[in-house]
């Protein structure tokens, strides 16, 4: 059996740190840095504090700038004691001003965060990985796991297989092809457990509790999720240190999003960025929507689902965060909408063909969602508004085929192709005149 | 019909432009700055010709740094006349210090140039792209094409959405099915020709010829070309304004590999780094490896083959540029080797294993290669040696299907995983004892 902690102090921390202890979310009980997640008191999820006056002495916007193109720029707010982090370029996408799918939509200061082409595995789950798994090897685990609904698979069992640690990773038996093959290339142990996420989540716990792992998103989850503050910091960093009004971010568990506006927080606290309102949105896929309901009927505690929905990496039917999302949606004046799998599919091909961005169901689900909100007038079109697109469309091939077009095949000959781009023409002159009508 | 050029003055040049005009690659004969590619007298390739001196005074190690964090901070290295550039965040990949690759070759400094994760789509072919659209946009063309194993297709189909221009793209029948939705996605109109990649290749020619289109390799080659110096610009400045002794790069066209090797010479001439000898050691896959056997042969031309290989992205049987491919390996010292399909297979696996990268058949490809030249001897343990990483695993998931291990289908239950894990563990050290006998 592996050995859970092979350092002598498990709680690892050094002169420099900035983060502090673990802090429950109801009650506030506090905790050792230790590799746990839930308050024994409350049940309520534990999150890392930090010394922010600690921090104001070691940042600058010029230190951070001056920092490695990843997220280990934005090393201080993260919660890694030692300098041996893992760094294999995570982080640092390009924040996109939208001029095409802005216009679209009837939106002035319109852009997308596009964690789409993220390092190394094409998803924003790369930044949580990088994190969790320098905190892992500072506790000593020697192997790693996750329950996943894909993106978070590849994501462990590349970053393991870099930093040459043993790897075990739990996914729902029903995932996509490019999801699977995109963990297995990186010979991992894949466990596929035939059921949704949730009930691949509560076997983990069970794993958790009698191996001695370091899964990334169960014992880990209080280091890992603070990875998912780079994207707030980056955003204003790259929006020439300011924070944006609106943000529209999908939700599944609701870490990320709440996240997102904890990045922001921690800029102003410690004077990177001035201090302002910051409306926050969430997407749902209709088909897992427990948090979109909860918003929708006014109530503040989450339903759990059953999921039944095409996009996979957001369907999480009793999500951790929901609540803590739902909360921020309502203090910042924010809305959580969501989207039907045929809408999801649209917002897919609206941002590619638009922006030349191909992602996956979630980024699909969250544009949708963000065409929604404007039409519905929650979106005011002179806002600076940043939407998160948050993995990769290759790894979910399946979602669109059937819905787009196919190549016209040709002979190698000058007048084969005449007469097919001919073909193409009218084709295109018919497609128009039926939407004209 | 498409109107070829619509503006006034097609030369298209500024008073701070570098780039002065079009120069035969024998002979020398000058060309204005049109939408050519081949010397009329000699059918020789035309190559981009620029002040150095203005250049000289234009850039330097500050400015470059404080520039965009993409391939337009090398702008004055880059023909393009105007500010109006397409930047979607283009380059500035990751260069990784291999520690498991490393050790497992044997080699004390080896680096990754990872391209497998460049944006928009995840492949070398985002830097020409950007670079050939944004002239294509300064000619005024409206419709932009190109002859493509796939990458190619995926990025111009891409950054023409973004930019908003009409684009045809012609792909060989029977790629990969990731590269053709890879570019469906972006709704331009796909040809998919009966034949390999020359056939499709010499059809363009003719389209070109015909229709008023700007075809990125083709007409607007001289450009498009110059991009891929910008991975010969960013490993310097990621080295450290530095060149490497080594670096193993893959040959298709023979474009890539000598354009790397001209960012080096050019960042030399304006004093950005210190000249020094850099080895050029080049890849091809056996089943397309026109260039890998004239150099075994000791030819200095090249005889045309038909491809019969998995690494589709780099099967060019008569490739433009693959006698100054060949040239570049003698006169710096490298070597040009090929590997068989299933070395190439193997090459992708280990890349994965021991980095967590995942790269697609042409990557496999570079990385077989690199092992083949380190075994024998040609690559010495202390070079600092880059190999580039070109493209990204996901688009070509067929050529590693039935070569990686299954997930262990289990229960949601502990006693079910706890059965598979010890399978799993079983069966590996069987795979050990088999290694060992």
């Known amino acids: 059996m592996t050995q859970a902690i092979a350092t002598q102090d498990p709680i690892i921390t050094s002169d420099s740190a900035t983060f502090t202890k673990l802090v429950s979310k109801e009650g506030g009980t506090e905790y050792d840095l230790l590799p746990i997640n839930i308050c024994e008191e409350t049940f309520a999820p534990l999150e890392v504090a930090y010394d922010y006056d600690k921090i104001r002495h070691q940042v600058s916007r010029e230190t951070i700038a001056a920092g490695p193109n990843s997220i280990w720029r934005y090393r201080p707010f993260l919660p890694v004691a030692t300098d041996n982090v893992i760094d ?109 996420y949730d009930q691949v989540n509560r076997l983990c716990s069970e794993v958790a509790n009698t191996y001695g792992w370091g899964f990334v998103n169960i014992n880990l989850r209080p280091y890992y999720s603070e990875g998912s503050k780079t994207l707030g910091f980056e955003v204003a960093e790259q929006l020439g240190w300011k924070l944006p009004d609106h943000i529209v971010a999908p939700i599944a568990s609701g870490s990320l999003f709440t996240k997102i506006y904890k990045g922001f927080q921690e800029f ?75 809408e999801i599919i649209e917002g897919i091909k609206l941002l590619a063909e638009t922006e030349g961005i191909f992602t996956e169901t979630a980024g699909g689900t969250t544009i949708a969602v963000l065409k929604k909100l404007v039409e519905a007038g929650k979106i005011d079109p002179d806002e600076t508004t940043v939407v998160y697109i948050t993995g990769n469309g290759l790894k979910t091939q399946e979602a669109v085929q059937g819905y787009i077009s196919e190549p016209l095949t040709i002979e190698a000959k000058l007048d084969s192709f005449e007469r097919a781009w001919e073909r193409a023409q009218t084709l295109e002159r018919l497609d128009w005149q039926q939407v004209l009508v």
């Open 88 to 196: 294999v370029g995570t982080g640092m996408t390009p924040l996109v001003k939208s001029t095409r799918l802005a216009r679209r939509l009837g939106l002035k200061n319109l852009y997308i965060k596009n964690d789409a082409v993220n390092m190394p595995t094409l998803s924003f789950k790369d930044r949580v990985v990088s994190v969790a798994l320098s905190r892992a090897r500072e506790f000593g685990f020697s192997t790693v796991s996750c329950a996943s609904t894909g993106n978070l698979a590849n994501s462990t069992a590349a970053i393991a297989a870099h930093a040459g640690l043993e790897c075990c990773v739990f996914i729902p038996s029903d995932l996509e092809a490019g999801k699977v093959l995109g963990t297995l290339i990186y010979n991992p142990t894949v466990m596929a457990v035939k059921g949704n």
């Open 268 to 342: 102003v606290k410690v004077g990177l960025v001035q201090d302002k309102p910051v409306r926050c949105s969430g997407a749902q896929a209709e088909g897992c929507s427990p948090v979109a309901q909860a918003f929708k009927d006014g109530r503040d505690f989450i339903a759990p689902v059953k999921p039944n929905t095409i996009a996979k990496s957001i369907a999480i039917g009793n999500p951790a965060d929901g609540v803590y999302a739902l909360e921020l949606a309502h203090k910042t004046g924010g809305n959580i909408e969501s989207a039907t799998d045929a």
